[in-house]
Nanobody
Framework: QVQLVESGGGLVQAGGSLRLSCTAS????????MGWFRQAPGKECEFVAA????????LYTDSVKGRFTISRDYAKNTVYLQMNSLKPEDTAAYYC????????????????????WGQGTQVTVSS
């Protein structure tokens, strides 16, 4: 059974940092793309970042470029999202997802490209 388990969320002041982790289990993910999405109350789920397990190519939404970094650790089967210079507008539930079925690199920004999802971790940034 595939599982994605997120951790690392919490409450932080504006300008602070958090590192989210997503540990994957249940199958081999080496051919996958791993993504982070977020959803704030009353808003749609939004793409944040993605990374290819093999090769390490990354993609970010414009609002987090230069502040967030996605990375992966093969040995730990874990993907990270390092979030620096956090802003109140980054407040959301953050979800990790895995995609085996993406059709193109730009398609990894779409929710429909992902077939496995974690339960989410809450990030709250106070002003």
């Amino acid at each position: 059974q595939v599982q994605l388990v997120e951790s690392g969320g919490g409450l932080v002041q504006a300008g602070g940092s958090l590192r989210l982790s997503c540990t994957a289990s249940g199958r081999t993910f080496s051919g996958d793309v791993m993504g982070w999405f977020r959803q704030a109350p009353g808003k749609e789920c939004e793409f944040v970042a993605a990374i290819k397990w093999r090769g390490g190519s990354t993609l970010y939404t414009d609002s987090v470029k230069g502040r967030f970094t996605i990375s992966r650790d093969y040995a730990k089967n874990t993907v990270y999202l390092q979030m620096n210079s956090l802003k109140p507008e980054d407040t959301a539930a953050y979800y990790c997802a895995a995609s085996q079925r993406y059709t193109s690199w730009t398609a990894v920004a779409g929710i429909d490209s992902y077939n496995y999802w974690g339960q989410g971790t809450q990030v709250t940034v106070s002003s």
